[in-house]
């Protein structure tokens, strides 16, 4: 049932070809590399290394928690400075920095069919800013008086107050310089991202033909770029309160019996620009995965994703919502209720486009060719933490439920599970998935069915116990519990199991990473398009592929990324660049 | 954030507008072959550098509407006190008008292809820029002599703030311009050098759009401006 359309005697590409930097050495070609590849292995191998500092921080705090009174060194300062660290390494320097700049670099030019990012000098250097960043904000554990423990958020007054670690020290400076060099950074390399998207692509690649994983970075970047501003001026208007005295944010304060210079500032200018980064930030994370997750569950479903329309205009509606939410974080900050109100709208409005794309996968997965693999596990174990962490969210969303509720741990387990659980899932699906083309092997099956279960249902143990005692009333942000009331044994007894889990969901990590190494040398040979996929990085002549990417010829693109199972084709998956057209149940060419 | 809001209602006004010619009503499923037949190359027939340039301006856009916002919502605030305006701005503001009127004329000649005019309009507008700049340093030391200090009063910390911001994207641009003009006396490609003039001039007028708006805001203007529209409205 094969008819080759005249697509066939298309005269080759009319994009014009990008000039590309050829380099000339080793360092050119490896380190100060402008290749879009390098430069997402760089930053992916820079946002691991920093987010396992980040996981020993949350052992040392559930330590902490789960057996108090047995580790001396955990003095209610450092806990502070834990807490502050780990939120901030993976809520930016991890979750941002891996989807935007690793999975953003590697595979934005290779799913639209480009040879390179449209700025590669450009992109170099957002690499380089990227890392003096998170070099900042590590000597900032080297520093007198040691990291900020201000919390992840910063609130001032007391984020600069000498009560608070690191608050006349050196810790919230050196924070803030590398927030501030770190948005400089990303500015650059969303740029690309942005503009790369928009003319990079290949001929044949409409917006309506791409893939969703790069409908959900694009949508992410044009979000990041317009909230970190946000955060750029909340971080350099802090800067000059605790470096140069002005009242931007601080009011009048007595500080250990002394009257501040400090006067008539307002913190709640800082909350308002904070959450106006802060709320976009979390669907600057979860709508890469989104996009991700549905290239994984079609490609392991064996079938075209379900409605793929509305998945992009729920990916873009989502990340316009998202913008005008920001003070359901303000809830307890004593603002007017009307205000409250309409933010209150507003949060539950988004739960439907979300809603609608986790039907669609549901329906993507129903009667399709359900593959078990390890990416797909992964992608399966994604849609079921979304919607549980997104449920609670429904709750806190209310201003009622969460005025009693704001300050427990009820909040904890809820943020954690749906930007921090959700996302990572996805990134270890996503790293399944597209290693075999980054290295050539297979990740090791049985050590990742190991690390997928022992995440997948640690995590679970970790969290659900801890919505049940934030309902409880058990308090956030305290190093301390035993004397209260509200810490009953058998509480205390779930805190140990909770940490206790923590500790082995984090030595699954262990097995993760050694998983990483050990394939690159001992891994199966995976062959150019290991999972029969259609979208054009499976296609490139060479795995891994090489600098231009796609050989000699740019691929042209003839159809959607989904034709999975086609009825009448050879094989049940069609790439996006082979010609003709397929079936009898669709229309003509 | 009523500033900001706005900003962003323009940028996804403006996002709209180019999705509605994305043909976002397609169903991809259906077509198979080359849609690239009906509508050629993909992506916009714009220079990828200006495009490039144009959103990083929404960035920039977006990082003084957030400034503007944050001054707004601090001078609500009872301890504000609007310090008087230099009258060096007026000329200040004279001198980046002059800077954009000649990256103008550079850009025209560009496009006409005659190289004196260009070299004329790029080494005029560097000329300018910087007396922009020195300009607004004396701004400054004029309000430090009188006892405007940086701590004194928010309003005098937002006035350094705002336009120390702004002064050095006025520097970051310099940079690109030195190149330009560089390349302008090193022969570089007639066609390259025409699309680095013209983003240089491109820069130029938005930093200049945003100055005029940053002056309306720290003389007052601004807030008298939206006093009367908060009035309409109500």
């Known amino acids: 049932m ?32 402008q290749d879009a590849k390098v430069i997402a292995i760089q930053y992916s191998a820079t946002a691991t290394a920093i987010g396992l500092v980040a996981l020993v921080l949350s052992w040392l705090m559930r330590l902490q928690l789960g057996f108090p009174g047995t580790f001396d060194f955990i003095t209610p300062e450092a806990y502070y400075q834990f807490i502050t660290m780990h939120g901030m390494i993976m809520v930016i320097y991890l979750l941002t920095a891996l989807f935007l700049g690793g999975f953003g670099n590697y595979l934005i030019p ?33 520093a007198p008086g040691g990291p900020t423990g201000a919390g992840w958020t910063l609130y001032p007054p007391q984020a600069i107050m000498t009560g608070t670690p690191g608050g006349q020290d050196w810790g919230i400076m050196l924070m803030l310089i590398s927030l501030i060099l770190f948005i400089i950074g990303f500015t650059m390399g969303g740029l690309n991202y942005v503009v790369t998207v928009l003319q990079g692509r290949t001929r044949g690649m409409t917006l309506m033909r791409l893939p969703l994983t790069v409908w959900g970075i694009f949508t992410a970047t044009v979000m990041a770029l317009l909230a970190f501003p946000a955060l750029f001026v ?44 802060g709320h976009p930030e979390v669907y600057i994370v979860a709508l890469p995965a989104f996009g991700i997750v549905s290239d994984l569950i079609s490609t392991h479903a064996r079938k075209n994703i379900f409605g793929y329309r509305m998945m992009v205009w729920a990916i873009v509606g989502i990340g316009a919502l998202s913008f005008v939410v920001w003070a359901h974080h303000m809830y307890v900050s004593g603002m007017h209720p009307y205000f409250g109100f309409f933010f209150a709208t507003t949060t539950l409005i988004i739960a439907v486009p979300t809603a609608i794309k986790v039907y669609n996968w549901v329906l993507t997965l129903w009667r399709g060719d359900i593959h078990l693999t390890i990416p797909m596990l992964f992608a399966l174990a994604f849609i079921v933490t979304f919607v549980n962490g997104g449920l609670t969210g429904l709750f806190l969303g209310n201003v009622v439920v969460d005025v009693p509720l704001s300050d427990t741990m009820f909040v904890v387990a809820h943020f954690h599970m749906v930007m921090g659980v959700a996302p990572i899932l996805v990134i270890f699906g996503a790293i399944y998935h597209w ?95 290991p999972w029969r996929a259609t979208t054009l990085e499976w296609q490139t002549p060479q795995t891994p592929p090489a600098h231009g990417n796609f050989g000699k010829e740019l691929p042209i693109v003839y159809r959607w990324a989904y034709d999975y199972s086609v009825p009448g084709a050879k094989e049940d998956f069609i790439p996006q660049n082979m010609p003709g057209s397929f079936g009898s149940s669709r229309g003509p060419a | 954030m009523s500033v900001i809001l706005v900003f962003l209602l323009v940028i996804v006004g403006f996002a709209g507008w180019w999705l509605s010619h994305q043909r976002l009503m397609a169903k ?13 190359p993909e992506g916009s027939t714009l220079p990828t550098a200006k495009i490039g340039l144009g959103v990083f301006l929404a960035v920039v856009g977006c990082l003084f509407a957030l400034f503007t916002s944050a001054y707004f919502m601090r001078m609500a605030l009872s301890d504000w006190q609007a310090l008087p305006l230099p009258r060096v701005l007026w000329f200040n503001t004279g001198v980046l008008v002059l800077s954009s009127v000649a990256l103008q004329c550079a850009a025209v000649a560009a496009r006409r292809g005659q190289i004196d005019t260009v070299r004329l309009g790029l080494v005029t507008a560097g000329l300018t820029a910087l007396a922009f700049l020195i300009g607004q340093l004396v701004a ?40 330009t003009t560089a390349g302008a006396w090193d022969g570089a490609r007639p066609e390259r050098l025409r699309l680095s003039v013209e983003l240089c001039a491109m820069y130029w007028h938005f930093l200049l759009f945003v100055w005029l708006a940053i002056f309306a805001l720290l003389a007052g203007w601004a807030a008298t401006f939206i006093e009367i529209c908060r009035q309409l409205l109500t």
């Open chain 2, 28 to 40: 991809p499923w259906l077509e198979q072959g080359l849609i690239g037949d009906i509508i050629g």
């Open chain 1, 2 to 33: 094969v008819d080759i359309t005249p697509a066939d005697a298309v005269p080759p590409a009319e994009v014009a070809e990008m000039e590309l930097y050829h380099p000339h050495s080793w360092w050119t070609k490896y380190v100060f590399s």
């Open chain 1, 234 to 277: 909340a971080c350099v208007m802090m800067l000059f309160d605790r470096a140069l005295g002005t009242s931007f944010f601080m009011p009048a304060i007595v500080e250990m019996g002394e009257q501040l210079q400090h006067g008539g500032g307002s913190p709640i200018l800082f909350q308002h620009l904070f959450w106006f980064f």
């Open chain 1, 110 to 142: 290779l799913m639209v069919g480009a040879r390179d990012m449209v700025f590669p000098y450009v992109n170099m250097l957002s690499y380089w800013i990227y890392l003096l960043a998170v070099l900042v904000l590590v000597s900032s554990f080297f």
């Open chain 2, 140 to 179: 400054w030391r004029e309000l430090t002599a009188d006892g405007y200090l940086l701590t004194a009063n928010p309003a005098n910390s937002f006035f350094y703030l705002i336009t120390g911001m702004h002064g050095l994207h006025i520097l970051g641009g310099l940079v690109g311009l030195s190149r």
């Open chain 1, 435 to 529: 290693y075999p083309k980054v290295t050539g092997r297979m990740l090791n099956e049985a050590m990742g069915q190991f690390h997928f279960w022992v995440t997948f249902l640690g995590a679970y143990l970790i969290f659900f116990p801890m919505h049940y005692i934030g309902l409880m009333g058990v308090p956030r942000r305290y190093n301390e519990l035993t004397d209260m009331t509200v810490m009953t044994e058998s509480a205390q007894h779930l805190n140990s199991f909770i940490s206790i889990m923590a500790l082995m969901v984090g030595f699954a990590q262990m097995v993760f990473l050694f998983n990483l190494i050990w394939s690159i040398r001992h891994g199966r040979e995976a062959g150019g398009n």
